[in-house]
């Protein structure tokens, strides 16, 4: 709720009041500052931190769709698993702890993905090399199957 008052005898300035939790102070000074300064560093450091979380991103489902195709004996169900999760986490649930069994580099590029995913742009299917036939070939290749399918 904002309460602007003019002052006279300046048109172009406001006495303005505002009830701000407290959580959000800090940030709500940033944007005065922001608005004050006549410059957006928080919007563009937000974009360049979009931009480099979706870069990381890619790279991640890069190094997961690579691993999946070359090590089909050892981690790709379990990442197929981590893929199918992102992709509907109600018919297949992951356990996160899953990624302890994998080394570093990988879990590491699933955390990257799993950073991007969490704004919700764009489903996993959409950005896997060949889409959704991929993720749906690597599900019925590994016998991953929908949590209500299992007895």
């Keep these: 709720m904002s309460n602007v ?5 300046f048109p172009k300035m406001a006495h303005v009041e505002a009830i701000i ?3 959000q102070c800090d940030e709500f000074e940033c944007a005065i500052v922001d608005i004050i300064a006549g410059e957006r560093p ?5 974009d360049r ?9 890619m790279a991640g489902l890069q190094t997961i769709e690579k691993a999946i195709n070359d090590h089909p004996t050892t981690c790709a ?4 698993r981590f893929l199918a999760g992102l992709y509907n986490g ?20 699933c955390l990257d993905y799993l950073n991007f995913d969490r704004l919700g742009i764009k489903e996993v299917h959409k ?14 290749e590994y ?9």
């Design 42 to 46: 928080r919007m563009y450091a937000l």
């Design 77 to 80: 169900k379990r990442l197929v």
């Design 143 to 151: 016998r991953v199957v929908p949590a209500s399918s299992r007895s």
């Design 5 to 9: 008052t003019r002052l006279a005898p």
């Design 127 to 140: 950005h896997l090399a060949n889409g959704e036939r991929d993720l749906h070939g690597s599900l019925e």
């Design 90 to 109: 109600q018919d297949y649930p992951f356990d996160l702890t899953e990624l302890r069994g994998i080394g570093t580099h990988l879990a590491n590029a």
């Design 21 to 23: 939790p407290i959580s």
């Design 49 to 57: 931190d979009l931009a480099a979380i979706k870069t990381r991103a």
